[in-house]
């Protein structure tokens, strides 16, 4: 997808702060923080919702979430607490559609979510 941000980034065609690459995800800061931490956790293969998740994406999303973890660790949240948020379709406030896990924490969390 030519047009999408996350693409971009992943093509290095956009500028971000990669903190993890491997042969199947890309992570990097999110340009507006919500929380000391927040890692956004990408597959390399564009997938614009979850919605549109194969059964063979099964193991791709485990390991998003295995990345966030260390990403959260390697930060210090692991016994503290970290937040994994994926916000899906617009109502839920997903606003890039290239699916994306959120790595949030360094702060107290509240709930619900607004
Ligand atoms: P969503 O609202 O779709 O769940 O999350 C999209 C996230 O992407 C937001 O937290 C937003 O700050 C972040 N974002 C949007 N555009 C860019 C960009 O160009 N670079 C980076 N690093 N983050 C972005
Ligand atoms: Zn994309």
Redesign the pocket.
């Known amino acids: 997808m030519e047009s999408c ?2 693409c ?2 992943r093509d290095d065609e ?4 990669k903190v993890y690459e491997d042969e199947l995800v890309v992570a ?7 929380a000391p931490t ?1 890692v ?1 956790v990408i597959p390399r293969r564009h997938i614009a919702t979850l919605n549109d998740l194969q059964p063979d994406d099964e193991p791709l999303v485990g390991h998003m979430l295995a990345v966030g973890a260390k990403m959260a660790a390697q930060r210090g949240h692991a016994a503290r607490g970290w937040r994994a ?3 899906n379709q617009r109502e ?6 290239h699916i ?1 896990l ?1 790595v949030l924490g360094g702060r107290p969390m509240e709930w619900p979510p607004g």
């Open positions: 941000i996350f971009r980034i956009l500028p971000a702060r990097f800061e999110d340009l507006n923080p919500q927040h956004l948020v994926f916000n839920a406030g997903q606003t890039v559609f994306h959120h």
